[in-house]
T-cell receptor, first 112, second 114 residues
Framework: AQSVTQPDIHITVSEGASLELRCNYS??????LFWYVQSPGQGLQLLLK??????LVQGIKGFEAEFKRSQSSFNLRKPSVHWSDAAEYFC??????????FGAGTILRVKS | DAMVIQNPRYQVTQFGKPVTLSCSQT?????MYWYQQKSSQAPKLLFH???????NEADTPDNFQSRRPNTSFCFLDIRSPGLGDAAMYLC?????????????FGPGTRLTVL
């Protein structure tokens, strides 16, 4: 069965610093991978997705992620974090039955 | 803009008093999902509809029911809410044939049970 691991429950970075959120997945075939962001009290917004092709994908709000099949990873990165990026981030993999399997989420705190 | 709309955004109900949450979409997607999300947890899929075909998750309590009267609307009914049902309820949509499982989420309904 598919699974997603986000090893970091909380991450704190300084405003302007770079960010990397880790995501590891378990899936036999080529996965469909997603990163969603959730601000407090809001729904999930899609940041970026990977289906095939170029393994470095660009998303909204200056985020990017790199698919590494050899490491079963899809880490999210941003070169310079803004205070408005403070939120919870979920990595997800497409599963059978047109479902998504989510990781447990990483809460990002940004300190000024 | 095409979107997923959830009403109300905040719902307060009493223990045991039935409540209905609403979701509508203008994306013309054929799949609609209901998730339950508790604080600092990942969304948990309750059930989904592919067109009118209802698909219940094995661990979804019988207390939770759903209706999809047409393509645009989907309802979540909680027959007898308990304190443990207080959560954020998220609706999402997807177009099965082209979506690669990508789902579009509404803003959620925060349910409080008194």
């Amino acid at each position: 069965a598919q699974s997603v691991t986000q090893p970091d429950i909380h991450i704190t970075v300084s405003e302007g610093a770079s960010l990397e959120l880790r995501c590891n997945y378990s899936y036999g075939a080529t996965p469909y991978l997603f990163w969603y962001v959730q601000s407090p009290g809001q729904g999930l917004q899609l940041l970026l997705k990977y289906f095939s092709g170029d393994t470095l994908v660009q998303g909204i709000k200056g985020f990017e992620a790199e698919f590494k099949r050899s490491q079963s990873s899809f880490n999210l990165r941003k070169p310079s974090v803004h205070w408005s990026d403070a939120a919870e981030y979920f990595c997800a993999v497409g599963a059978s039955g047109n479902k998504l399997v989510f990781g447990a989420g990483t809460i990002l705190r940004v300190k000024s | 803009d095409a979107m997923v709309i959830q009403n109300p955004r905040y719902q307060v109900t009493q223990f045991g008093k039935p409540v209905t949450l609403s979701c509508s979409q203008t994306l013309n997607h054929n799949v609609m999902y209901w998730y339950q999300q508790k604080s600092s947890q990942a969304p948990k899929l309750l059930f989904h509809y592919y067109d009118k075909d209802f698909n219940n998750e094995a661990d979804t309590p019988d207390n939770f029911q759903s209706r999809r009267p047409n393509t645009s609307f989907c309802f979540l009914d909680i027959r007898s809410p308990g304190l443990g049902d207080a959560a954020m309820y998220l609706c999402a949509t997807s177009r099965l044939e082209i979506s690669y499982n990508e789902q579009f989420f509404g803003p959620g309904t925060r349910l409080t049970v008194l």
